[in-house]
T-cell receptor, first 114, second 113 residues
Framework: AQSVAQPEDQVNVAEGNPLTVKCTYS??????LFWYVQYPNRGLQFLLK??????LVKGSYGFEAEFNKSQTSFHLKKPSALVSDSALYFC????????????FGSGTQLTVLP | ETGVTQSPTHLIKTRGQQVTLRCSSQ?????VSWYQQALGQGPQFIFQ???????GRGNFPPRFSGLQFPNYSSELNVNALELDDSALYLC????????????FGEGSRLTVL
C-alpha cells in the first residue's frame, strides 16, 4: 500500500523568506514522488517530480524538492517566497512505474504574507 | 498543444439521480484517470482507462463507472447519487509508460442535494 502524509494544514511565510512544505511517504517499492499546486476552484498543476537520480529536483516557478530516502521525505522548498505562491499544495506518490494510481496527501495551504 | 478539458464545470443533482461527466484528454495522451476531490481533502483515485478498458480502480463502488472512446476522450458515470458524492471530479491524462506525472483538467463541481 502507498500513502502520503502532509503534517501541516497551513504554512505562513513572509514574502522574500524561504519556504518549506513538508511531505513524508510510504511505499513498498521505489517511490515516484510528485508535487502539485491548486489555486481556488481550479484543477491541479504539476510542479515537479522525483523518479531517480539527483536527490534535489528543480521544477516550475523556482520550486525545488529534496528526496530523502532514509527519512522517507520529499519536502518542497523555495528560496524566496512570492505572494503569488499562495495556494494549496499537494504531495503525491506512485509505488513504482506499474502502479496505476497517484496517492495524494491532504494538502497544505501556503499563505505568503506581503 | 490542447490541454485537458472537462464538462460541465458545475452541476447540481438530487439524491438518486444519475450524472455523466466528460473529459477530453491532452493531445498525444492515451490514458485517462478520474479522481474525486471532496472539500478540504486531497484527490482520491477512482479509476484509469487505457485503450478503452479500465485497467486500475480505487476504492469506489460499482455505481461509479466509465468509458474511454477511440479518440481517448472519457466519461465518468455515477448512478444512484448520494449526498457524499458532492465533490470536484478531476480528469487527468497521461501517456502510458510515461514516468507518472498527470495533467489535470479544471474539474467538474458536482453538488448533490
Amino acid at each position: 500500500a502507498q500513502s502520503v502524509a502532509q503534517p501541516e494544514d497551513q504554512v505562513n511565510v513572509a514574502e522574500g523568506n524561504p519556504l518549506t512544505v513538508k511531505c513524508t511517504y510510504s511505499v513498498s517499492g521505489n517511490p515516484y514522488l510528485f508535487w502539485y499546486v491548486q489555486y481556488p476552484n481550479r484543477g491541479l498543476q504539476f510542479l515537479l517530480k522525483y523518479i531517480t537520480g539527483d536527490n534535489l529536483v528543480k521544477g516550475s516557478y523556482g520550486f525545488e524538492a529534496e528526496f530523502n530516502k532514509s527519512q522517507t521525505s520529499f519536502h518542497l522548498k523555495k528560496p524566496s517566497a512570492l505572494v503569488s505562491d499562495s495556494a494549496l499544495y499537494f504531495c503525491a506518490v506512485r509505488d513504482g512505474p506499474s502502479a496505476r494510481q497517484l496517492t495524494f496527501g491532504s494538502g497544505t495551504q501556503l499563505t505568503v504574507l506581503p | 498543444e490542447t490541454g485537458v478539458t472537462q464538462s460541465p464545470t458545475h452541476l447540481i443533482k438530487t439524491r438518486g439521480q444519475q450524472v455523466t461527466l466528460r473529459c477530453s484528454s491532452q493531445s498525444g495522451h492515451n490514458t485517462v484517470s478520474w479522481y474525486q476531490q471532496a472539500l478540504g481533502q486531497g484527490p482520491q483515485f477512482i479509476f484509469q482507462y487505457y485503450r478503452e478498458e479500465e485497467n486500475g480502480r480505487g476504492n469506489f463502488p460499482p455505481r461509479f463507472s466509465g468509458l474511454q472512446f477511440p479518440n481517448y476522450s472519457s466519461e465518468l458515470n455515477v448512478n444512484a447519487l448520494e449526498l457524499d458524492d458532492s465533490a470536484l471530479y478531476l480528469c487527468a491524462s497521461s501517456s502510458q509508460g510515461h514516468t507518472g506525472e498527470l495533467f489535470f483538467g479544471e474539474g467538474s463541481r458536482l453538488t448533490v442535494l
